[in-house]
């Protein structure tokens, strides 16, 4: 198989709130899916769910390729996760936050990841000394350093300028079309939005719309 695809991903939280109401999608390998829709809609809930770090209703299936990610646990899935507020291990200098979960190969090369995302002022901070943006940066550096097949990636760019946005879109494009690491990323910045790449709509738990955004989107006359 050469998808990532989910079926049926359904999920009630033990209030009673349900998030998530049987999604269904699926993804050429490779492809970055963006995921909008109104606050509350289960965007979190859904890369939650991928990522193990939520139990979604048993009949859900999960699979990148040939395999099942549901039936694995989560530090298995081989999954690169940026939740909305990261969070960095207390106490450890910046450097130390980035070789840990590193690949030996993008560690030779890390000097050109603290380049791209200007962290060589704050290698030897700790995270009480650093800004949420900051903070962010280091999050998205650890991203690029390991060796991940599917990343999840929820709004990683809420807490950088806009300069450093860019900077990011660009480099997560290069990275990726070297890796062709499979992303879902939840946003809603109109910019991360590409012509060429799919954008699914989440609504009340379902996914209402999913394709190139020329097919989703009205142009009046
Ligand atoms: P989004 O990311 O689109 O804003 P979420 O996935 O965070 O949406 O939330 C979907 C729904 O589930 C919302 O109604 C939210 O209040 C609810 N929800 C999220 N997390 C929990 C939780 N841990 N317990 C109960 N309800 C939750
Ligand atoms: P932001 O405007 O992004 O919220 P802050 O006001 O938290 O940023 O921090 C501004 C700058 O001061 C950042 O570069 C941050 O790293 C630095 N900084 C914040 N707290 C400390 C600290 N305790 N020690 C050293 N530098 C700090």
């Not at 998808?3 to 998030?19: E, H």
Request: proline share 8%.
């Amino acid at each position: 198989m050469t998808d990532f695809c989910i079926q049926n991903l359904s999920k009630t939280y033990a209030t009673g709130q349900v998030a998530l109401d049987g999604v269904s999608l699926s993804l050429p390998l490779g492809q970055h899916l963006r995921i909008i829709g109104p606050s509350g809609a289960g965007k979190s809930t859904l890369l939650r769910c991928i990522a193990g770090l939520e139990s979604p209703e048993p009949q859900a299936v999960i699979q990148l390729g040939a395999t099942a990610l549901h039936a694995l646990p989560p530090h298995q899935r081989g999954i690169g996760w940026v939740p909305q507020r990261p969070l960095l291990m207390p106490d450890r200098p910046v450097i130390e936050q980035l070789r840990w979960g590193a690949s030996e190969s993008r560690w030779l090369r890390r000097q050109t990841i603290v380049e791209w995302l200007d962290l060589g002022p704050l290698l030897h901070r700790r995270p009480h000394q650093l800004s949420g943006g900051e903070i962010q940066r280091i999050v998205l550096a650890r991203l690029f350093l390991r060796e991940c097949l599917l990343w999840l990636l929820d709004e990683p760019t809420s807490f950088l300028d806009p300069p450093r946005q860019r900077n990011f879109r660009e480099q997560l494009h290069l990275l990726q079309a070297e890796s062709g690491v499979t992303i879902l990323e939840v946003t809603h910045d109109w910019n991360a939005i590409r012509s060429d790449s799919p954008v699914a709509v989440l609504l009340s738990g379902r996914l209402c719309q999913m394709g190139l955004p020329r097919d989703l989107l009205h142009h009046p006359a």
